[in-house]
């Protein structure tokens, strides 16, 4: 018995050794250590032994099992450690290469313009008007009538103002000035806020328009403001914006909602004053209109006229940005080509 112990076993060192697989030693273990392996049998015929031959081959066949079972085990470890090795070559990773460049987005020139202009006019005691105050798309009601507008007046032409078919008196707003009358609906005096947003002309397009574009509204109302307060504040925003020495000038002008009205002009970047095409050979452009609320205006919301006056001021966004960058074509702010919005990373 004890001869046929050490065969097992130096068959099974043999076995061990030959094993290239898992499955092999797995295999190995089934033929030798399960339950129906050649130990066992081996074991099974001990109890047919003398107490002391019992002894002997006892321990023997347990010490060849857990001889076995150690280098069973030990080989398993080494093909887990093979098999790690080679997936960690495989998926190696060169830490040190250089990443992936992962272009970064910012904020559209028009955007970041918006914000620079309403920042100013917040420094200036301003605030914006809640966005209910604001729709892009409106009645004529506040677009128009509310604002003094005749009923025979050009600009609620079809040829100028986008009607909508979802009712006769629905337009896409021509100009953010209705925000003037939504916030004077809901508040009482002092009043004063900015509303930016997007506003829908029907125009031909061409590098000076387009069929939209966006438009910065302000409004102050409360007792005895001037008309040197308009100026003020206006004069204020364009030196903070435009810096002290560009030149900018104050012509008067007609609005239906304001009275008297005046348009501001800044010099042309393009030619320095000269005149180009930009400016069409003025030298000058015009960035905003204003004036004095006109009387109707404040009666038709309810507030006095006779206790308090305001002004009103609308400016376009574009224009800023293109008198600021100096940008010849307004259709560059929509084409979506990345080479010219890059340019206003900063
Ligand atoms: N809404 C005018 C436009 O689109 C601009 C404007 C002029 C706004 C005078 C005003 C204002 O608030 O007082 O041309």
Not at 21 to 48: A, H, M, P, Q, W
Not at 283 to 293: D, F, R, S
Request: aromatic letters at 10%.
């Amino acid at each position: 018995m004890k001869e046929q112990l050490e065969k097992i076993y130096s068959d099974a060192v043999m076995d061990i050794e030959k094993a290239l697989t898992v499955k092999d030693l797995e295999d190995i273990k089934f033929k030798y250590l399960s339950r129906k392996g050649e130990l066992n049998e081996i074991k099974k015929g001990l109890k047919d032994l003398s107490p002391d031959d019992k002894k002997v081959v006892g321990s023997l066949a347990n010490e060849i099992s857990n001889k076995l079972e150690a280098s069973i085990s030990d080989k398993f470890q080494k093909f887990y450690q093979q098999e790690l090795n080679s997936k960690l070559e495989k998926e190696k990773i060169d830490v040190t290469l250089p990443g992936k460049y992962v272009p970064q987005g910012h904020v559209h020139p028009l955007t970041s313009t918006t914000n620079e202009i309403v920042s100013i006019f917040q420094s200036l005691g301003f605030s914006v008007a809640p966005n209910e105050c604001s729709p892009e798309v409106e009645t004529e009601y506040f677009n128009f009538d509310m604002l003094n507008v005749p009923q025979d007046h050009p600009a609620r032409d079809v040829q100028d103002t986008f009607y909508t078919n979802i009712a006769k008196n629905v337009v896409l707003r021509s100009q953010t000035s209705g925000a003037q009358i939504h916030v004077m609906e809901n508040q009482k005096p002092p009043i004063r806020i900015i509303a930016p947003g997007r506003v829908y002309r029907n125009e031909n397009i061409n590098s000076r328009k387009n069929n939209f574009f966006h438009q910065i509204e302000g409004l102050y109302v409360d007792k005895d403001i001037t008309f040197g307060d308009l100026k003020g504040v206006l004069n204020e925003f364009i030196r903070i914006y435009f810096g002290a020495s560009r030149p900018t000038r104050f012509r008067n002008s007609f609005f239906p909602f304001t009275e008297p009205s005046a348009e501001v002009d800044v010099q042309c970047i393009m030619c320095e004053g000269k005149g180009c095409r930009t400016c069409s050979g003025t030298g000058w452009l015009e960035i905003l209109g204003a004036g004095m609320v006109d009387p109707n205006v404040l009666r038709g919301v309810g507030i006095d006229p006779d206790v308090y006056s305001g002004f009103a001021f609308g400016m376009g966004v574009e224009r800023l940005a293109m008198l600021k960058y100096a940008i010849d074509d307004i259709r560059l702010f929509f084409n979506n080509d990345v080479r010219f919005s890059e340019q206003f990373k900063g």
